[in-house]
């Protein structure tokens, strides 16, 4: 592979860091301003139009600086309107990210790892393995690309729900939602996390915080740690001893994520159990009935309809507020839980294996 390009890539720099990158040139300061409104507001990536800059700044930038996009490797369209798209970044990792568009609102499903280490067992992207942390230009840019390619003019909400935790990569979600905030508002933004208890405490800290969804999956130490390694170094209580104490803004509540596996953790009393522990809290719950695939356990299922409305009551008598999560993207394997990565760990299996 050809050596990676050294120029900086200006789509991971907040307006401060484009006014320090730029200061050597000797240009006046409102120049900074002009070229991150021209590549954040304008979606212009290309210095030669960047016409209200003079002929020789546009080519000393071109020079030390680079705008890139991550390239798209592959598209799929699914016929609910949603759109899963696979990005190769520069040292060959492939990652993944989804348009879901909805009636009123338009939600962009980002990853902020190429490939995940908590290993749970209900997720492909787990099932591939560790990567590596996405920097701040990898996780704007997969928003900025989708925003090019879809033609997005409307407001958009984003969710950290693709591959990886976005936990165990802060210091670059916290650069990139920097740099996106003057579009993309953090009430806006939701990080999904698998509950990582230090993460949580350095997020408290923020000044300006997006969203919460937690992943809990089950009522208790036993199935969760079962279902999600992580739980064994910062089981239940902890976990919901951190988001007691986690600064949350009026009239707004946690997110828990709860998968749904028929038989496994679907039950009246679970739901019961499940109000009980997120008792006192304010919360509301999004139910997500598990989405199977060929490399996790055949024995799990999605429970039936019924089931799931069951579950959900259940929660609502509890004086909770609960949510099913409509499968979206499902004919592409663009549903929760299907985005892997490709690349090394994929070789040696079948194509047909693989979602594309
Ligand atoms: N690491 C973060 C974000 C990525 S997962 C987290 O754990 O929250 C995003 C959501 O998809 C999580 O709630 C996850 O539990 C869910 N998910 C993963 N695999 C799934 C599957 N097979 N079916 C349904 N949802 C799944």
């Given at each position: 592979m050809a050596s990676p390009d050294p120029r900086p890539n200006l789509l991971g720099l907040t307006r401060e860091e484009m006014a320090a990158a730029l200061a050597p040139l000797g240009e006046p300061t409102y120049r900074a301003r002009q070229l991150w409104d021209a590549i954040h507001l304008r979606l212009v990536l290309d210095f030669a139009a960047m016409t209200e800059l003079s002929r020789p700044l546009r080519a000393a930038l071109a020079e030390r600086f680079r705008i890139t996009l991550p390239a798209v490797a592959d598209r799929h369209a699914s016929r609910?309107?949603?759109t899963k798209y696979l990005f190769r970044l520069e040292d060959g990792a492939t990652i993944e990210a989804v348009d879901i568009p909805d009636r009123?609102?338009?939600?962009?499903?980002?990853?902020?790892?190429?490939?995940?280490?908590?290993?749970?067992?209900?997720?492909?992207?787990?099932?591939?393995?560790?990567?590596?942390?996405?920097?701040?230009?990898?996780?704007?840019?997969q928003v900025w690309a989708i925003r090019t390619l879809a033609a997005i003019e409307g407001r958009l909400n984003l969710v950290f729900m693709g591959m990886g935790e976005p936990l165990l990569n802060l210091?670059?979600?916290?650069?990139?939602?920097?740099?996106?905030?003057?579009?993309?508002?953090p009430r806006r933004i939701t990080l999904s996390t698998a509950g990582l208890v230090p993460g949580?405490?350095?997020?408290?800290?923020?000044?300006?915080?997006?969203?919460?969804?937690?992943?809990?999956?089950?009522?208790?130490?036993?199935?969760?740690?079962?279902?999600?390694?992580?739980?064994?170094?910062?089981?239940?209580?902890?976990?919901?001893?951190?988001?007691?104490?986690?600064?949350?803004?009026?009239?707004?509540?946690?997110?828990?994520?709860?998968l749904l596996i028929a038989g496994f953790n679907d039950a009246d009393g679970d739901a019961s159990a499940l109000a009980a522990l997120l008792g006192g809290l304010r919360a509301k719950v999004n139910l997500i009935p598990f989405n199977p695939d060929p490399v996790l356990p055949a024995e799990w299922q999605p429970p039936a309809p019924e089931r799931v409305a069951a579950f959900r009551s259940r929660l609502e008598r509890?004086?909770?507020?609960?949510?099913?999560?409509?499968?979206?993207?499902?004919?592409?394997?663009?549903?929760?839980?299907?985005?892997?990565?490709?690349?090394r760990a994929a070789?040696?299996?079948?194509?047909?294996?693989?979602?594309f």
């Open positions: 609910d309107g949603t009123h609102r338009r939600t962009l499903c980002i990853s902020s790892q190429a490939g995940c280490a908590l290993a749970c067992r209900f997720c492909v992207t787990g099932y591939w393995g560790a990567g590596r942390n996405l920097t701040p230009a990898e996780i704007v840019g210091d670059a979600v916290r650069s990139a939602l920097a740099v996106m905030a003057p579009t993309i508002s949580l405490d350095e997020l408290a800290r923020w000044p300006e915080r997006p969203h919460l969804a937690v992943s809990l999956h089950a009522p208790d130490d036993r199935r969760r740690s079962e279902l999600m390694p992580v739980n064994r170094t910062y089981p239940l209580a902890e976990l919901l001893a951190a988001l007691r104490r986690f600064p949350l803004e009026p009239r707004r509540r946690h997110t828990f994520e709860y509890h004086g909770l507020t609960a949510t099913i999560r409509k499968r979206r993207g499902d004919d592409v394997n663009a549903a929760c839980g299907q985005l892997r990565a490709f690349g070789r040696g299996f079948r194509r047909s294996q693989l979602s």
